[in-house]
């Protein structure tokens, strides 16, 4: 997508080897980008958030295992550096699924092609990426062109965290039907929950849909549930982190609150995600592991102290949305009802 | 109740005629009081929300009127004073209340003698909602001690925003059960939601346990219902800003998505309320206008600006909780079904 009006994407690969990002922590204020050098920097970029989100997780760390081959392509450094960036983040299985897709090009390679075999396969991962989001961008596109015909008006939606471009590789998963929406002229507006603690919303989902020229408006995570009440939202979008063969979604803490809100009051509730989103292994969101972060990411906000000196704070970062409050799920192959069946039926490979 | 050990209101006489308050804005970091001397002092003092919470704003628009009468006790005056300090805050209705108190006791009686007598009846006034919010706290303390039993087990409780005895002149009303529990050698742990846009479940609540010596931590407004699903909730008791005469309950924004988890995990969720909450003129909570704050309040915090400089924000301070979510109403009269039978059972003089 653009930024400034020039086209970006948020990863890619420096012609003196390294692998560039944008600092994800530094928006919306700041628009800095840097060069991750080495396993470690990749690593600490994942880990630190400097790039977040299920999908370009999984591309990071597919460069990072590029970057540890130039150094010691062995068996154990590449065992070593995919153990290292697996436990970056517990709750993504991108992260997972990535890895596997760079074990299995490179363990049959010899030592002296993996690094350059692990760079082109971490560049197609991207690619793949891109083309993954904007079939799903497609997908769900006419939910939003019906919602247009119906309300006959601006059609409001209301998303949570950032599952835009920047927590992919490019167009992002909830928010690439939005796009597609807004250049083919619907009027979209869309609410973005602010997402505490980190504020992904507030500072990166505003970012781009401000950057992309698509009308949208701040809010409260605890404001949503109103709007809706009132008739102020006509669908919601989310993206997932880890999605089950059943159709639980684990997505970012609060995605559950919007959900039950959605279901009280008819409002139609669609999570975006590629099947690498899917894992499934699992049938009972409640075996998915939920990552608890730092609890300064709650006590202090811009260097402010929010809370008494005294007082202990605790972060989950996400939770999980049953298959019951889920209305469809939007993947690269097209939209599906929350459920084993439903899943099934797009990836009949997996039967 | 204490401030670092010494017994405390949230307003009071003070020997020199002016009304002393904590100013809350400054909470949790710095402890500072100041004095009201004047009309327009109350009236800032609420519409700034150095004092808030529906009790206090009432008593505090009491101590307003009484302010306003010393320089001017002529009927046009006191109609003034009151139309002011209505203006102040729209949602909640024991600010409404205090003034037909106020009106009731001053009308009648001859301008010289106005002054005195609005003075003694503010402090009646905040006597009265002290006594008040006590008796909701002994009847709300066997939901408690029942869930003690129950667990056997520390009780967790869940509450949104503040309603403890900084919203109030003392004990709190949400709180007020929790205190007694707590001083009674019940094990409880609250958690609390930080309560976006103003924090006031992170800076007051916090605070106001922490001196007490209630345990208790600090979550964002996105966590409760990930710890519902997860049976770390046993109850929830929040606070109202108005509540109709059908039980439907007006309160801080994102009280909604916390009575949906609950119901959708079987948590009994409780609000309690001084009678003075009672809209009995309401029967559909949708009737209850709400107060849209400055977008300031979501893009700022501490000086530091959350969201891009041309991103627009909004900012609804309150939201309506259906009676049907809330599994019983606690008053200074007992406990009742949130519905207008029980409502009438206890305040048979509304019939």
Redesign the interface.
């Known amino acids: 997508m653009r930024v400034a009006g020039k086209p970006m994407r948020t990863i890619w690969p420096e012609p003196d080897g390294t692998v560039g990002i944008i600092d994800q922590t530094a928006l919306?204020?700041a628009f800095t980008t840097r060069r991750l050098g080495t396993l470690e920097e990749a690593a600490h970029a994942i880990r630190a958030m400097l790039v977040r989100g299920a999908p370009l997780i999984g591309v990071t760390a597919a460069y990072g295992v590029a970057l540890a081959m130039r150094v010691d392509p062995s068996d154990a450094a590449l065992e070593a550096a995919c153990r290292t960036l697996a436990a970056t983040r517990p709750t993504a299985v991108n992260l997972r699924w990535a890895l596997d897709q760079m074990r299995r090009a490179l363990a049959e390679a010899p030592p002296s092609e993996r690094a350059s075999l692990a760079w082109r396969r971490a560049g197609e991962l991207a690619d793949e990426d891109v083309r993954v989001n904007r079939a799903i961008g497609e997908h769900a596109l006419p939910l939003i062109a019906g919602a247009a015909r119906r309300v006959r008006r601006r059609v409001e939606i209301l998303t949570h965290c950032n599952a835009g471009w920047l927590a992919t590789v490019d167009w992002g998963t909830a928010l690439a039907p939005i796009y597609l929406a807004h250049d083919s002229g619907i009027d979209v507006h869309v609410w973005?929950d602010?997402?505490?603690?980190r504020?992904q919303g507030?500072?990166l989902t505003?970012?781009e849909?401000?950057q992309h020229g698509v009308p949208?408006?701040?809010?409260?995570?605890?404001?949503?549930?109103?709007l809706m009440?009132h008739g102020r939202v006509d669908l919601c979008i989310v993206g997932s982190d880890r999605t089950t063969a059943s159709g639980d979604v684990a997505n970012?803490?609060?995605t559950?609150?919007?959900a039950?809100?959605a279901y009280?009051n008819g409002v139609p509730f669609y999570v975006t995600l590629p099947s690498s989103t899917i894992d499934w292994s699992l049938r009972d969101g409640?075996e998915i592991p939920?990552e608890e972060r730092d609890s300064s990411e709650?006590?202090h906000?811009?260097?402010?102290?929010?809370?008494?000196a005294?007082?202990?704070?605790?972060?989950?970062a996400?939770?999980?949305t049953p298959a019951r409050l889920v209305t469809a799920l939007v993947t690269e192959r097209g939209i599906c009802p929350a459920s084993e069946g439903g899943l099934r039926r797009l990836f009949p490979e997996r039967r």
């Not at 906000?301 to 008494?308: A, K, S």
């Open positions: 919306p204020h973005v602010e997402t505490r603690p504020n507030a500072s505003a970012w849909l401000g949208h408006t701040v809010i409260v995570d605890n404001a949503g549930g109103h009440q970012k803490i609060g559950y609150l919007k039950l809100a009280d409640r939920i709650v006590t906000l811009g260097g402010v102290r929010l809370t008494p005294d007082s202990p704070a605790a972060n989950w996400f939770d999980v």
